[in-house]
T-cell receptor, first 113, second 112 residues
Framework: DTEVTQTPKHLVMGMTNKKSLKCEQH?????MYWYKQKAKKPPELMFV???????INESVPSRFSPECPNSSLLNLHLHALQPEDSALYLC????????????FGPGTRLTVL | EDQVTQSPEALRLQEGESSSLNCSYT??????LFWYRQDPGKGPEFLFT???AGEEKEKERLKATLTKKESFLHITAPKPEDSATYLC?????????????FGTGTSLTVIP
């Protein structure tokens, strides 16, 4: 299995809602990543987990809360988001955090009303 | 400050017309340079990793090369299905750990 899966594919939420994005990989990778991508812009790194521990947190607002329950799963909990948070949220994984190519999931298209 | 710049921003080619995309970087502590292809609304698809100057990698109509300051993605005799945005990314070692920076991408359109 060489795939990173993300659910849901699309999500529409109000500013007072709480929702979660899910990411899963079964490639035995020990590093997992969350990126945010706005239209016609490159992906921006949000969080990095290495061996289920948060390794990098790129000064992301606290309304985004990552969680890594085990080596195969990565969640992103969303609460009190703003319309400007609407974007494509990408999950990626790599064998380890160093010198390794990342494999991306298809993304979750998030719209905040 | 670490920077990754891609050029051109957009490129239109006739089918069969070869060309090159550029990725220039000003980073310290480069650990690796990666090329990705991204189709609209989808996640980036990994193409190549380059680690040291002089290295070359090939896959079908694509060839990636690396110097100390830039990388090129050569596309030979492109087909319409090669139309996509091509992103390069660099991995650098910083105090906070291994960081990843993407360039702004080159949007390639291949016309039949």
């Amino acid at each position: 299995d060489t795939e990173v899966t993300q659910t849901p594919k699309h999500l529409v939420m109000g500013m007072t809602n709480k929702k979660s994005l899910k990411c899963e990989q079964h490639m035995g990778h020990r590093a997992m990543y969350w990126y945010k991508q706005k239209a016609k812009k490159p992906p921006e790194l949000m969080f990095v987990y290495s061996y289920e521990k948060l390794s990098i947190n790129e000064s992301v607002p606290s309304r985004f809360s990552p969680e890594c329950p085990n080596s195969s799963l990565l969640n992103l909990h969303l609460h009190a988001l703003q319309p400007e948070d609407s974007a494509l949220y990408l999950c990626a994984s790599s064998l380890i955090i160093s010198y390794n190519e990342q494999f991306f999931g298809p993304g979750t298209r998030l719209t905040v009303l | 400050e670490d920077q990754v710049t891609q050029s051109p921003e957009a490129l239109r080619l006739q089918e069969g017309e070869s060309s090159s995309l550029n990725c220039s970087y000003t980073v310290s502590g480069l650990r690796g340079l990666f090329w990705y292809r991204q189709d609209p609304g989808k996640g980036p698809e990994f193409l190549f990793t380059l680690y040291s100057a002089g290295e070359e990698k090939e896959k079908e109509r694509l060839k990636a090369t690396l110097t100390k300051k830039e990388s090129f993605l050569h596309i030979t005799a492109p087909k319409p299905e090669d139309s996509a945005t091509y992103l390069c990314a660099v991995q650098v070692a910083e105090n906070t750990g291994n960081q990843f920076y993407f360039g702004t991408g080159t949007s390639l359109t291949v016309i039949p």
